[in-house]
């Protein structure tokens, strides 16, 4: 059974941060490119940030700068680093995971809401 659990996501004031975590199970997860994607109400699903299995990474021009995204192969546990967060980084926050040679195999997590308002 494969599980992406997230946690992390809540109320923060324009300014704040937030750390996002997301636990993989019952995948080789050092065989995975990892991201964060998000989705605002009446809006596409985006690519916030992503890590190759190998580390390398990408972000949305948006959040350039204020985000970043890790990982730790030994935990099985992709990271998003939230800092400087504006009204417009509110949205549900998903995980995703998307095996490197095989990419018709690819899971999400439940989502997470984040909401940046004062």
């Known amino acids: 059974q494969v599980q992406l659990v997230e946690s992390g996501g809540g109320l923060v004031q324009p300014g704040g941060s937030l750390r996002l975590s997301c636990a993989a199970s019952?995948?080789?997860?050092?065989?995975?490119?990892m991201g964060w994607y998000r989705q605002a109400p009446g809006k596409q699903r985006e690519l916030v940030a992503g890590?190759?299995?190998?580390?390398?990474?990408n972000y949305v021009d948006s959040v350039k700068g204020r985000f970043i995204i890790s990982r730790d192969n030994a935990e099985n546990t992709v990271y998003l680093q939230m800092n400087s967060l504006k009204p417009e980084d509110t949205a549900v926050y998903y995980c995703?995971?998307?095996?490197?040679?095989?990419?018709?195999?690819?899971?999400w997590g439940q989502g997470t809401q984040v909401t940046v308002s004062s």
């Open positions: 995703n995971a998307r095996r490197s040679m095989f990419r018709e195999y690819v899971y």
């Open positions: 890590i190759t299995s190998g580390g390398t990474t």
């Open positions: 019952g995948i080789i997860f050092s065989s995975y490119n």
